[in-house]
């Protein structure tokens, strides 16, 4: 054996659990791999698990025990995949490259959940080091281990050497059914079927994007729990009775990732048989993600409500004392005791209201986008982004292909709203969704998401907001003027409200 042949293929930094499943993940599909992390005891951990899913002593991990052993065991030009948390993480890995002799021409991979800004930036700070290629990963730890939804984004040209291997490790759709294509075996390989991962755009994009499907996470997760909430406090329904209903829900429209796992969580019992979510104490965390989607849509003027309600969701679930203090304090509505054929009829009607307000979160994601590619200069592919998220990762849903199919149609769609199928869908389904929001309403239970969106399908429906009162309002106040609909378009005009005439000028 030559000492070429004796190289890895591929370097990996960072061992915990999405770089573990990714590494395995890799070596599955015929990649030899030199992995280093500070801990070694992970290193240790990947080697032995990948002797026992290999069957054999010979692992197709190898370890090292630094950052100069990783770069001399691997084939030039080296190729480095990065698996640790954002932000300074980063910039301590790739100094230490630095320092182990990085050439130019080598590639590393950031798989964090870094924020885009920081990935523009570090493009820039390091192009004469190495180049730095991102790649956001979706899907958690099966995703990682068994078929991803990649994000890539950066120098064409990585691409190019890092494209086959991608495809290779990602999750795979069925092309005539778009329908995920399982793999749930260590060993398995599948080598057919459209791969979820897809070139973004130049360095940053890959990250925005992934950015944004966290939002649309953020917001389908709060759609979710919103939904468990009625059933369970407002028609007191065990959790086993939720779960047969999310159940029988997936088999349709609300077909999705998230609302599968919703019903394993909701059938677990504890060793004393009781449900195990009614012990998790109510207390949401965040990684920033979802904020940092809100906080992009205010900056482009991309309305975006019902991710930010999600957010705003988990920020007032952390205040847990206060909001027990107010229970004792702030009173609500009497209970209302429903009749099995009422509870049926708003069963019914929290589906469709739970639909509708799915296609709003993905649509104020998609519109995000559109604008902040229009900003940055970009050319996204949304037809793309909506394949590549059909399997794989956490917002995988069954209408991501009538996303795909809206794009096609129409490449410049500026909002899934104006498409035919989903004006037609939350046309239809409309009546049952205000039911369902006016009923839970006068229950007393709090849902921000699934009321939020209503208001942004109402405002998106009016041709005439109240906006007109609110800009007399800045004139009044700040002189701050504002356009008349019967006169030629961008001509400002001011009242001079101080004086008696109150006269309107033209500025």
Known sequence: ???????????????????????????????????????????????????????????????????????????????????????????????????????????????????????????EKYKNDFILFSSAVSGGEEGARFGPSLMPSGSPYAWTRIKPIWEAIAAKV?????????????????????????????????????????????ADMQIICEAYHVLREGLALSTDEIADIFEQWNQGPLDSYLMEISVQVLRHKDAENT????????????????????????????????????????????????????????????????????????????????YCAKICAYAQGFQLMKLAEQEHGWKLNFASIAKIWRAGCIIRAVFLQSITDAFERNEELENLLLDKFFAEQLSKYQQSWRRAIANITLMGIPTGALSSS??????????????????????????????????AKGKKYHVQWSTAEQEIIEI
């Open 454 to 487: 209503l208001s942004y399908y109402d405002s998106m429906r009016t041709a005439v907001l109240p906006a007109n009162l609110l800009q007399a309002q800045r004139d009044f106040f700040g002189a701050h003027t504002f356009e008349r609909c019967d006169k």
């Open 1 to 123: 054996m030559t000492q070429e042949q004796q190289l890895c293929d591929i370097g990996f930094i960072g061992l915990g659990v999405m770089g573990k499943n990714l590494v395995l993940n890799l070596a599955d599909n015929g990649y030899t791999i030199a992995a280093f992390d500070l801990d070694n005891a992970k290193v240790v951990d990947a080697i032995a698990q990948d002797e026992i899913e290999n069957k054999t002593d010979s692992s197709r991990v190898i370890g090292c025990s630094s950052y100069t052993e990783l770069l001399a065991k691997l084939k030039a030009p080296h190729l480095i995949v990065l698996s640790v948390p954002a932000g300074e993480p980063v910039d301590q890995v790739s100094q230490s490259l630095i320092g182990a002799g990085i050439q130019p021409d080598d590639i590393v991979i950031d798989t964090g959940n870094s924020l885009w800004v920081d990935t523009v930036a570090r493009e």
């Open 275 to 354: 449900p195990l979510v009614d012990l998790i104490l109510d207390k949401a965390g965040q990684k920033g993600t979802g904020l940092w989607t809100a906080v992009s849509s205010l900056e482009v003027g991309a309305p975006a409500p019902t991710i930010a309600q999600a957010v705003y969701a988990r920020s007032i679930s952390s205040f847990k004392s206060l909001r027990e203090q107010a229970d004792t304090l702030l009173s609500g509505p009497e209970k209302t005791d429903y009749s099995s054929q009422e509870k049926s009829a708003l069963i019914n009607d929290l589906h469709d209201a739970i």
């Open 174 to 218: 069925d092309p005539q059914t778009g329908k995920p294509i399982e793999r749930t075996q260590p060993g398995q390989v599948i080598n057919h079927g459209d791969p979820c991962t897809a070139y973004i755009g130049p360095a940053g994009a890959g990250h925005y994007v992934k950015m944004v499907h966290n939002g649309i996470e953020y």
